[in-house]
Structures are given as C-alpha cells and as structure tokens.
C-alpha cells in the first residue's frame, strides 16, 4: 500500500472517529409525548432523588418516574393519587416522596406500594390546593397552600400559619426554602418573610423591601448565597450581607418575570420565564434562549432544575422536557 492510500485512510478513519465523538456529544435532548413515555405536555417541574431517578410532576396527567430508560406513570386511574395536577414534590431521610397536588391535598409514597393521603377532611391541612412542599433537615415536612397560609407536619401533629395567628398578610404561599442556617424562607404572593431559630421577620426587619409581588423559587449556588426570582418581577442576590435586586434598568437582565432559577455547577444561573424562554446569567452578561434561537420549543417555562451530572431540565407548559448540558446530556 504506497503513502498515498496510506494517508487517505487514515483521514477517513480519523474523520470518522471524530463524526461518532461529536455525535455522542448531544448537548440537548427533548422529551415529549411522541418520543417517550410521558403522558403529557404540560410538565410543572423534574425533581431527582437521592437514587438518580427523576421525577415528573405533571399538570394534567399524574407523577411519572423516569431511571433514564424507563418511565412509569402514577395517575388518578392506577394509583391511589387523588388528583392528576401535580404542583410540588420533595424527599425526605426515610425514603418518602412528598406530593403536593393542587386540589387533592398531600401524598406521601414510598416509591413502591405505599401512599397515604392528607387532606382537609382527614388531617390538619389547612387546604387541599398546595403550591409548594419542603423537607427541613429535622425531617418536619412544610406545606405552603393556596389559601390557607402554610402547614407544619412533624409526622405526629399539626400546626397552621395564617394571617390570623402570625404576621403573614398573605394566605397564598407560593415557595418554602431553607438556608445553610435551617432557616426558612417564606414567599408569598405579597410579601416575603423569614423563620429564623423560630422567630418570625418581615422583609423591613431583615432590611430587605421588596419592589415585586410573588416571590415563586429561591435557591442558593455553589458559595451558599441565596437568589430569588419573581413571578411579575425582578432577580434578587443575597450574599448575607445585603440584597441586590437586579431589573432591566440596573443590570443585563433583558425583561421581568420569572417562575423558577437555577443555578449549575459552574455557578451559571437559569431563569425560566413564562413567556420570554430562558435566562442564562453568568459574571453580569445575560443570555435569552427561545424559540427562535435555541433547541427549546416552547417559550413558557414553569421550571428549571440541575441535576447531579449538571444537566439543566427545563420544564414547560405546552413543549414537554428539554435538557441541556454543554458537555453532553448523560443520566
């Protein structure tokens, strides 16, 4: 075989090599109900346990378990789940899923065969119509309603907060977080309010006013400083020592209004906009993904999460799940 066989072939062989990296390179994948087992469009948002398995909350069509290969689906017509509109879902120590549905009250499942149901008519839940649910490290479950305040459950009794026995002026609790203290962050459709070892702050007594309404996610990044979104407003930065709100007028960010924000291993942070498509945010320059520009096909996200291998899901109200990861999607 003279040089010039030899070279050819080892190009092709190269260029082929280089073609299967690249493909295995698939920074975006996309699940709907054409392509996998999901049973709708309309995702609310995908939560992963300490297992690697995700879970699919739904807004029309139940929960729905996904090991990265298979999917199974807990509806109202297989399972003992008393409404298929699933708003919120969190993991406790002992291996419970917590489901918050928006008007069949609360569900507690082993993963497996075991559920057991909470709502008005059986246990001290102010509400059947829950908007967020959160596990604090003492293993007491936190149930923020639509109109009757919020709910602590400590396996044994229960004890409601209202506008009528705490300084909430908002019966609507939109999203419940706890800070590297323990510490619980409530927002509201109005205001927000901080439990600190216990005792109760307003935002004027923790030196933060707000300028929106609907604080609807809060989370931290990898240095522990906290980020909250609003659904009508703007981003705000806590680093402990003060808040720094960040609008149009002030920083990148190219419009109001976000339903959820993440931020990756990589300190990159995610709004998901109900409309706009998705924010990436990283050292004050902002990005817009949509419709037009990106892979995503569909504009209204609920909501944004990362993964244990960074994988950024995105979740939708008409397109189903889109996940992105610059190094590749892997589960």
């Not at 499942?109 to 008519?121: L, P, T």
């Not at 569909?298 to 944004?304: A, E, G, H, K, T």
Request: hydrophobic letters at 35%; one cysteine or more; glycine letters at 8%.
């Amino acid at each position: 075989m003279n040089f010039h066989i030899r070279a050819l072939l080892y190009l092709i062989t190269l260029f082929f090599l280089n073609s299967v990296s690249f493909s295995q390179l698939e920074m975006w994948k996309h699940y709907d109900k054409t392509n996998s087992g999901l049973p709708t469009n309309c995702i609310r948002q995908v939560v992963q346990d300490k297992k690697g398995i995700y879970w699919i909350a739904t807004l029309d069509s139940g929960l729905v378990r996904f090991d990265g290969k298979n999917w199974k689906v807990y509806n109202k017509s297989n399972s003992p789940i008393p409404h298929n509109y699933i708003y919120s879902i969190d993991f406790d120590k002992f291996g419970y899923i917590w489901i918050g549905t928006y008007g069949g009250g609360l569900v507690r499942f082993n993963g497996k065969d075991d559920w057991k149901i909470f709502n008005e008519s059986n246990s001290g839940l102010p509400c059947n119509w829950i908007y967020t649910v959160a596990i604090d490290k003492y293993s007491n479950v936190w149930i923020g309603t639509s109109n009757g305040g919020f709910a602590i459950y400590n396996r044994k009794k229960w004890k409601v907060y209202n506008t009528e026995n705490s300084i909430l002026k908002e019966h609507k609790v939109t999203y419940i977080y706890f800070d590297k203290y323990n510490d619980a962050w409530i927002g509201t459709s109005g205001l927000m309010y901080r439990i600190k070892k216990g005792k109760w702050f307003s935002e004027e007594q923790f030196n933060y006013n707000s300028v929106d309404d609907a604080c609807y996610w809060i989370t931290e990044d990898g240095n522990k400083n906290v980020f909250f979104c609003y659904k009508f407003g703007s981003i705000v930065f806590y680093d402990w020592k003060k808040f720094t709100i960040y609008t149009p007028t002030n920083s990148c960010l190219p419009f109001l209004g976000y339903y959820s924000i993440a931020v990756d291993k990589k300190n990159i942070l995610w709004g998901g906009s109900f409309g706009n498509g998705l924010l990436r945010f990283e050292n004050n320059k902002c990005q817009v993904w949509n419709k037009s520009n990106s892979e995503l096909e569909d504009n209204l996200i609920f909501n944004v999460r990362v993964d244990k291998n960074n994988n950024k899901w995105i979740s939708t109200y008409f397109g189903g799940i889109f996940i992105y990861n610059e190094k590749g999607v892997k589960f």
